[in-house]
């Protein structure tokens, strides 16, 4: 893909950027501005042992010209072309748009259009295509401001923007000649069948009535043993009552081809895709692979990662109930540890390459003491290190608690090189692992301490949403539908800046989200814990 930048505006040269190929998700430190040479060392020596061989923002940055009087409307211009979303006019000219039948006045749903489709011109409910939403709202003055990211030197201000999510007045789809399929795929996740529940909800008030899911993620459409499932409002009703996904997940699956091959004999003319980067991947293969048959079919993905690492969202969906269920179990180890003899607390959260459920849960607990994530390099011996550190709280107040992310520490682990069937690398168990190197250096020293470790992973994904979640999934729901009838194809929606937006796959999954050390996020935990730096 070529582009200026493989994100939004993180290519000043000073600036390590985020990235990583899908597959490892092994991230990189954006710039972090430590006190001491010490530190400094460390994390240059961290981020030259995780760089890609090739850096697409790298290049990027050597091909904005900044002596060109016009780079910036060039910036914009070539912004503006990756973003601009696929339509299906794009590959079949002669599709003609017909008027909405999405109303919430005058009409009940899933009324017959035997006497043409209905519209309502006093209704203004829909969403103009030329509606776009701001990127970034923070102009920086300084490429050292906390958090800052700039496109170049001298933090330029360019503005940014997107497609904006909603209803359109006119349709490329008749809803009598729709079949709309739903597929969950990955990991399980807070809030799939508040997004199931939705998309069938409103695919019914747009006059759908063949709506399936498909069993067990991108699997079910080629295992001849697995059933698709009729879907409508009746069997949702209550689908959001409980975890999991009533549709069922899975990782990996039948070629993209077969999938398509699969869809032309079921019929399928809109995909609704629920999950994190790799899925998206394979929906954006799935996309390119209709485009190129020239089919009618728009797919849309609503981005589900409880990491909450997908690029240019303000979260994704799972995200909130993720941090409020990690209190439990920070709450259980911090009694524990309180309770104990020279006690010790270690919860152990998701976050492969990304530490956000680790810190926004550290914050909200304050019960903290550690938290480690992915993006910041530690040490656990040394003068420096986390055991140290752990050494001098219980000589100070006699208990400690831990919070780590899953992704964090893995250089002190052996690798495997096996991989899962989304192409992950498998992760050692650093939760294990630091829970013994305690238990040893305590012992090491005639002083033992007891240690306590709690992994909550699969009590969290399973737990039903939260408000907060539930309002983002219908939302998200909902807008993937308006999407897919307004003809976009080969987009995600989700929220950015308080507002929803479409924005073209490609653009969220070039790399995974991650904590940038220098943010003042990742500083107001730092305060909470009040942690030093372990380098």
């Known amino acids: 893909m070529e582009s200026l930048s493989p994100a939004i505006g993180v290519v000043v040269p000073a600036r390590v950027p985020h990235f990583s190929s899908l597959r490892t998700l092994t991230p990189l430190l954006p710039i972090w501005r430590p006190k001491s040479n010490r530190v400094r060392r460390r994390i240059r020596a961290h981020a030259e042992n995780t760089r890609p061989p090739s850096s697409a923002a790298s290049a990027a940055a050597a091909a904005i010209d900044y002596s060109d009087p016009s780079w910036k409307s060039k910036f914009q211009e070539e912004f503006e072309s990756r973003y601009d979303i696929p339509h299906l006019t794009d590959v079949i000219h002669d599709a003609v748009p017909i008027p909405s039948t999405f109303c919430l006045r005058m009409r009940s749903p899933t009324e017959d259009f035997a006497d043409g489709y209905p519209s309502d011109e006093k209704w203004h409910g829909y969403i103009s295509n030329n509606d776009r939403v701001l990127l970034k709202v923070i102009k920086y003055s300084s490429p050292t401001s906390a958090g800052a990211e700039c496109i170049d030197s001298d933090c330029t201000w360019v503005e940014q923007w997107v497609h904006r999510a909603g209803p359109r007045e006119k349709i490329y789809f008749k809803p009598e000649e729709v079949k709309a399929a739903i597929v969950t795929c990955g990991g399980l996740c807070p809030g799939l069948n508040d997004v199931i529940r939705q998309i069938v909800i409103t695919l019914e008030i747009y006059g759908v009535k063949k709506i399936v899911g498909i069993p067990f993620g991108y699997r ?28 069922g997940v899975s990782r990996g699956g039948p070629s993209v081809s077969d999938i398509v091959d699969s869809m032309e004999e079921r019929g ?20 390119n692979e209709c485009r190129k048959r020239r089919l009618r079919v728009a797919v849309v993905g609503v981005p589900k990662t409880i990491d909450n690492d997908i690029l240019l969202m303000d979260k994704t969906f799972g995200f909130d109930t993720a941090v409020e269920e990690a209190q439990r179990a920070i709450n259980s180890a911090y009694i524990e540890a309180h309770s104990a003899y020279r006690g010790i607390g270690i919860v152990k959260l998701m976050g492969r390459s990304s530490g956000f459920i680790a810190m926004h849960a550290s914050l ?4 903290i003491d550690i938290c480690l994530i992915p993006e910041v390099p530690f040490n656990l011996r040394g003068p420096h290190g986390v055991l140290s550190h752990l050494k001098y709280l219980l000589g100070k107040k006699g208990s400690a608690v831990v919070c780590i992310a899953e992704g964090a520490g893995q250089d002190f682990l052996l690798e495997t090189n096996a991989q899962d069937a989304s192409g992950n690398i498998v992760l050692g168990d650093i939760g294990v692992y630091l829970q013994q190197e305690i238990k040893r250096y305590f012992n090491e020293m005639g002083t033992p301490a007891d240690v306590k470790y709690i992994d909550p992973t699969y009590m969290i994904r399973a737990v039903r949403a939260n408000a907060s979640d539930g309002i983002l999934c219908a939302v998200l729901g909902q807008n993937a539908v308006h999407g897919a009838f307004a003809g976009y194809s080969g987009i995600t929606v989700g929220i950015c800046n308080t507002h929803y937006v479409y924005l073209p796959i490609p653009e969220v999954i070039s790399y995974p989200r991650v904590v940038d050390p220098n943010s003042r996020m990742w500083h107001r935990c730092l305060t909470s814990t009040g942690q030093p730096d372990f380098v």
């Open 220 to 247: 079910g459409f080629a295992d001849k043993d697995l059933r698709e499932m009729p879907l409508s409002r009746n069997v949702v009703q209550n689908a959001h009552l409980s975890g999991g996904s009533l549709l």
């Open 268 to 287: 399928v003319n809109m995909l609704f895709v629920l999950g994190g980067n790799g899925t998206h991947a394979g929906a954006n293969a799935i996309h």
């Open 364 to 367: 909200a607990s304050g019960q």
